[in-house]
């Protein structure tokens, strides 16, 4: 299934014209990708697994279990929120399993709501940091500082931030921020290393 010749063909047998190209260009790459950790991370480990509304049910069933599983998914949903809370713990459980670009990819619709909940924006600023869109990762960071400035560990990820920018004075200060909100032993550590690099 993995190989596109094969894939290729198939679908040329099948009347779909253009495959190889299609496949060659890559243009859903992110989707597959995302769309392969969705899956992991909703519990699909064999095939046959029957996922509805993030709940897995693997292997063969029977119709009697297959039902029960359905009905089981439609009474929780009531409970499991909207559409964003599906897509933060999504995206969550994706940053788990060291998928950053999904995770990411992921949350993008939210950010564009003008209400964008602070744990959200801060989960898509870790997520961008740690796929290298780091410009990315600074604007979140930012937007997320501006309303919750205290928070130290923001200051901390905003420094690692510019420093990997190349914005060492920059890094500097954020990591001296968070420094004076937190104690963590990594603040301490970051302003040492730059404290002599910048004049």
Known sequence: MGDRSVLAAVAERAGVSGA????????????????????????VRTAPTFVVRGRALAGAQSVRALLDHFGAAAEAADDEGDE??????????????????????????LLNDRQVPADVRLLAARAYFAS???????RELEVFLDAQPTDDFAHFLLGRTFERLGQDGAALRAYRLACALGTA??????????AGAVP
């Not at 290298?132 to 600074?138: F, G, N, T, W």
């Open 20 to 43: 190889a190209d299609f496949l060659a260009g890559g243009r859903l790459t992110g989707a597959v990708r995302s769309a392969l950790t969705e899956g992991v991370v909703s519990g």
């Open 84 to 109: 964003g809370v599906r897509r933060y713990r999504l995206a969550r459980a994706m940053l788990d399993v060291g998928d950053p670009l999904s995770a990411a990819d992921t949350l993008r619709p």
């Open 132 to 138: 290298a869109q780091l410009e990315s990762a600074k």
């Open 185 to 194: 032993p990594q603040y301490r550590t970051a302003v040492d290393r730059l």
